[in-house]
């Protein structure tokens, strides 16, 4: 049963446009949010994290929304960067768990 | 440098000659964690621990082992390699504010 999904697993985007990944969750008890980077041949990276008591969180160019009542959250990033292209992943935890539960992953292409 | 370490990052073994793959975090974390990353399942956990001595297992945690002597390493072991191991494996440590995790850059492991 997969908890933590993303739907599509390919993204590709026009430099200068938004860049919106989609990821819901079926566990009502998550209330923390992360999104991870990963580019080729490293690990993936902390990009930005949304606690359950908000619903927007903004790092620049980029944006993290929560929908609690849908069960759905989702990566704005604006404007796109060709250096943003990589397999980004969702991942959500339970208060007082240290276990984080990842999603497919969405690979992004930023296209010049 | 803040940094989790893998060792070894590229490893091509054949079925059933055990191995270990090192891990060690300098940043004094509590909690540390194995994913594999296959192609279309995204990250999986398998096995973590919440301090020394103590371990459990993750999601898919048949066919490895791990243990946790000291804080700053948590090897994993393969006793008995088979193909279906042939994965991407990633370390991380947390310290253990909510699933913020540091990943390792990771060790590409071949079973033939």
């Known amino acids: 049963d997969q908890q933590v999904k993303q739907n599509s697993p390919s993204l590709s985007v026009q430099e200068g446009r938004i860049s919106i990944l989609n990821c819901d969750y079926t566990?009502?008890?998550?209330?923390?949010f992360l999104w991870y980077k990963k580019y080729p041949a490293e690990g993936p990276t902390f990009l930005i994290s949304?606690?359950?008591?908000?619903d927007k969180n903004e790092d620049g160019r980029f944006t993290v929304f929560l929908n609690k009542s849908a069960k759905h959250l989702s990566l704005h990033i604006v404007p796109s960067q060709p250096g943003d292209s990589a397999v980004y992943f969702c991942?959500?935890?339970?208060?007082?768990?240290?276990?984080?539960?990842f999603g497919k992953g969405t690979k992004l292409t930023v296209n010049p | 440098e803040a940094q989790v370490t893998q060792n070894p990052r590229y490893l091509i073994t054949v079925t059933g000659k055990k191995l270990t793959v090192t891990c060690s975090q300098n940043?004094?974390?509590?909690?540390m964690s194995w994913y594999r990353q296959d192609p279309g399942l995204g990250l999986r956990q398998i096995y973590y621990?919440?301090?020394?001595?103590?371990?459990d297992k993750g999601d898919v945690p048949e066919g490895y082992k791990v243990s946790r002597k000291e804080k700053r390493n948590f090897p994993l072991i393969l006793e008995s390699p088979s193909p279906n191991q042939t994965s991407l494996y990633f370390c991380?440590?947390?310290?253990?504010?909510?699933?913020?995790?540091?990943f390792g850059p990771g060790t590409r492991l071949t079973v033939l």
């Open positions: 991380a440590s947390s310290p253990g504010s909510g699933g913020f995790l540091f």
């Open positions: 566990n009502s008890m998550f209330d923390y």
């Open positions: 949304i606690s359950s008591i908000k």
């Open positions: 991942a959500a935890s339970s208060s007082g768990s240290e276990k984080l539960v």
């Open positions: 940043m004094n974390h509590e909690y």
């Open positions: 621990s919440m301090n020394v001595e103590v371990t």
